[in-house]
Structures are given as structure tokens and as C-alpha cells.
């Protein structure tokens, strides 16, 4: 079973069962949230553009997102504040704003997709 903990402060509980591989839950980007210290700044929006159009629209995208999202609220509460968490994800983040930018992902103010 998993704790699924939302931005919104809602949760809930999946089984195995109850794990499926559609549109994924209500969102928030918050590893690069902890990292760059905004949901509304430029590299968010990149990501969360790239999360939408790019991730949302294949099958492994759509699991890779729900896995996310069962795992990072929940590290993001307990660590994002920390240094130690923020750093490692830093650079890889970085590069990958920085290649989805080069790719034509604008970092302009985005609003996010309804789920």
C-alpha cells in the first residue's frame, strides 16, 4: 500500500490494485519546487510544461509520473528543506531544464493542465 500526499494537503491510499497507469494524480513538481525554491519560476515552468505535454502523453510517462508522485511529496516533506536533500538534485536538474530549454520548452509563466 501507498500514501499518495498531495500539494492541496489530501492524501490517500493505494493498493496495488488501485495503481493505475492513466492521467496521473494532481500534480505539483515538488523535488524542483525544494530545489528552486518557487513552484512559479522559470525552471518549474519548463518542467511542469515538459511533465504535461511530453511525460502525460505515453504509458511509461504516465507510470513514471505516478511513482513520482507517490514517493516525492513525502520525501519533499520530510527533506526539501535540507541542504543535503537540495544539492544532489541541483545539477541534474539543471542540465535537464537546460536541454528541454535548447529543445524549444519555453520558461515562460505556465498553467498547469487539468487531470
Known amino acids: 500500500m501507498v500514501e499518495v500526499l498531495y500539494m492541496d494537503g489530501s492524501s490517500e491510499k493505494l493498493t496495488g490494485?488501485?495503481?493505475k497507469c492513466g492521467d496521473p494524480p494532481k500534480t505539483g513538481c515538488y523535488i524542483a519546487t525544494a530545489v528552486y525554491g518557487s513552484y512559479d519560476c522559470p525552471q518549474v515552468w519548463t518542467l511542469r510544461r515538459f511533465r504535461d505535454h511530453t511525460l502525460a502523453a505515453s504509458?511509461?510517462?504516465r507510470t513514471f509520473l505516478h511513482a513520482y508522485y507517490a514517493v516525492s511529496p513525502t520525501l519533499v516533506k520530510w527533506f526539501g528543506?535540507?541542504?543535503w536533500f537540495q544539492k544532489p538534485w541541483r545539477g541534474p536538474l539543471d542540465r535537464l531544464v537546460a536541454r528541454l530549454r535548447d529543445q524549444g520548452?519555453?520558461?515562460t509563466p505556465y498553467q498547469d493542465?487539468?487531470?
Do not use: E, H, V
Request: glycine letters at 6%; charged letters at 20%; a negative charge.
Open 105 to 107: 520548452l519555453a520558461d
Open 59 to 61: 504509458w511509461y510517462g
Open 113 to 115: 493542465r487539468d487531470w
Open 81 to 83: 528543506w535540507t541542504a
Open 17 to 19: 490494485a488501485n495503481i
